[in-house]
């Protein structure tokens, strides 16, 4: 079983940034890519980005290319989101876990998720 922490949530006005952080524990985090989706309210959860295990190789979803960044260190078995230049429509609670081509390898384990709210 794989434990997941996401933190680094918070309320942010338009145009602003947070980092969140996952820290993952259970499992050999360094043999899965991972990913990050996320909730808004009334909708289904969505895909994010995501990172290979090295961290060589990484890939978004559309609505935030050029704005979020994911990043890793196997080292503190923690994974990142930078994200920039947030909007209204980026609200919504951020969950980690690890990925398969967008798509939550463990989709029966999630964490508590980070609540991020962007003000207008």
Not at 90 to 119: E, H, K, M, R
Request: net charge positive.
């Amino acid at each position: 079983q794989v434990q997941l922490v996401e933190s680094g949530g918070g309320l942010v006005q338009a145009g602003g940034s947070l980092r969140l952080s996952c820290a993952a524990s259970g499992r050999t985090f360094r043999n899965y890519d991972m990913g990050w989706y996320r909730q808004a309210p009334g909708k289904e959860r969505e895909f994010v980005a995501a990172i290979s295990w090295s961290g060589g190789t990484t890939y978004y979803a559309d609505s935030v290319k050029g704005r979020f960044t994911i990043s890793r260190d196997n080292a503190k078995n923690t994974v990142y989101l930078q994200m920039n230049n947030l909007k209204p429509e980026d609200t919504a609670i951020y969950y980690c876990n690890a990925d398969s081509l967008g798509t939550p390898q463990f989709p029966s384990n999630w964490g508590q998720g980070t609540q991020v709210t962007v003000s207008s």
